[in-house]
């Protein structure tokens, strides 16, 4: 049997995630499109897909603390069967009459609690599932789908919603969540009880203490490695999500098609990133990571030229061919750094404690997140005749981070 090729258990977890957090991601989309139709305008659109979310970055972490106290499959089919039975709730409603924006708010924070809560379990389950030869890898396609999941799942869920309509593509997504948790009844995943004499309320907030303490006491290098991912959600990851839209739209003013195109290389690119870790993880030491921030500091400068006036007078063709190279290269450098960084975080950290550690990670850096979304929207919109300054700063933040990741991780044997 060929060592590098996985077995079924984990092959199974994946087609579950990818069921569960991409066609989640898809429909609470399509939901937002809903909003957006009925009401028409932009600031609703905005505030019901933040309402929505934030909840789910909360349950994150007790999301990681059940996923340690509990057999992490089990949980996996709990969640997708309630994610079907929500949809099925909506479905209903559909059919009696239409649907409030409250309804949907509510709709949306269930099914973003259950995605958040999700997904500690898929990660804290990988480690106990796969080789320690395999884990970079494994960790690539977890986060892989995650990548898709983020980046995919609003381009399906719109082209869908436009194609087929809300209420198919609703009674699509109950059908798939279904059949997702009757297919993950058949995973085995190795799970220790633990024994506790407490109300089941009060252990899950003990153990989310625990793991805080932990991070910051025991295993006080986890605090930094967190914080050095919140960075890299914070500086590099909004650049592209907001800016690389503005420059397609606004800056070069690309065509529906070229448009489209921009978008599927950045995608391509966080795949390629996320899938290709296993074979860079060989390579890679959380000791010099630094590295790969000080080359993507670097490839940011040649990303600024492309989008200053002098490069635009040359066409549309020569600044669009440069930007989205440098792109390409950045991001998949930025993903496989985040996987493996994920990689070492999970091989650092016990069993029992893997699901707080991973939850409380996801949400440190889905927090940062928006941080960095409100930074660059206020400084492409403010300096829309010098686009390349952001860009610049992206280049300036990423060498701090360098600096901060050799300083902090110099000590960490890899």
Avoid at 134 to 140: D, K, R, S, T, V
Avoid at 204 to 224: A, E, H, Q, W
Avoid at 340 to 364: H, R, W
Wanted: charged share 10%; net charge positive.
């Amino acid at each position: 049997m060929n060592k590098n090729r996985f077995n079924k258990d984990f092959l199974l977890v994946v087609i579950g995630q990818i069921i569960s957090i991409l066609g989640s991601a898809m429909l609470r989309f399509a939901l937002n499109l809903y909003v957006l139709d009925i009401t028409g305008r932009a600031d609703i659109f905005a505030i019901v897909i933040a309402v929505s979310t934030i909840p789910g970055i909360i349950f994150s972490p007790i999301g990681g603390a059940v996923a340690d106290r509990f057999n992490r499959r089990n949980l996996m089919v709990i969640f997708d069967f309630s994610s079907s039975a929500v949809v099925l709730i909506l479905i209903l409603l559909m059919s009696a009459s239409a649907i409030p924006i409250s309804i949907i708010v509510v709709i949306l924070t269930i099914l973003a609690v259950i995605s958040f809560m999700y997904h500690p379990a898929v990660q804290a389950s990988v480690p106990t599932l796969v080789s320690e030869e395999q884990l970079a890898g494994a960790n690539g396609i977890v986060n892989g789908v995650g990548s898709l999941a983020g980046l995919l799942g609003p381009v399906l869920g719109g082209i869908l919603y436009g194609i087929i309509g809300l209420k198919t593509l609703v009674i699509m997504s109950c059908i798939a969540f279904s059949l997702s948790a009757i297919m993950e009844m058949f995973i085995k995943i190795p799970f220790t009880k633990r024994i506790s004499g407490k109300h089941i309320v009060s252990t899950i907030f003990d153990d989310i203490k625990d793991g805080f303490t932990y991070i910051g006491k025991s295993n006080p290098v986890l605090l930094k490695i967190i914080f050095l991912a919140s960075l890299i959600n914070m500086i590099l990851t909004p650049l592209f999500i907001i800016g690389l839209p503005y420059v397609l739209r606004v800056v070069m003013k690309s065509s529906d098609m070229m448009y489209g195109v921009g978008l599927g290389i950045l995608e391509l690119s966080a795949i390629t990133g996320a899938l290709s870790t296993g074979i860079l993880a060989k390579r890679l030491k959380i000791s010099n990571v630094y590295i790969s921030f000080l080359i993507i500091s670097i490839l940011l400068l040649p990303m600024a030229l492309s989008v200053t006036s002098f490069f635009l007078g040359f066409g549309y063709w020569i600044p669009f061919i440069l930007f989205f190279s440098i792109t390409f290269i950045v991001v998949f450098l930025m993903t496989a750094v985040s996987v493996f960084i994920v990689t070492d975080v999970q091989k650092i950290t016990p069993n029992e404690m893997l699901g707080k550690i991973m939850a409380i990670m996801m949400a440190a850096s889905h927090v940062a997140a928006p941080l960095g979304q409100i930074l660059y929207g206020y400084l492409f919109q403010a300096l829309h005749n010098t686009v390349y300054v952001p860009v610049l700063t992206a280049s300036v933040f990423t060498a701090v981070i360098a600096l901060i990741a050799k300083r902090a991780l110099r000590e960490k044997k890899a």
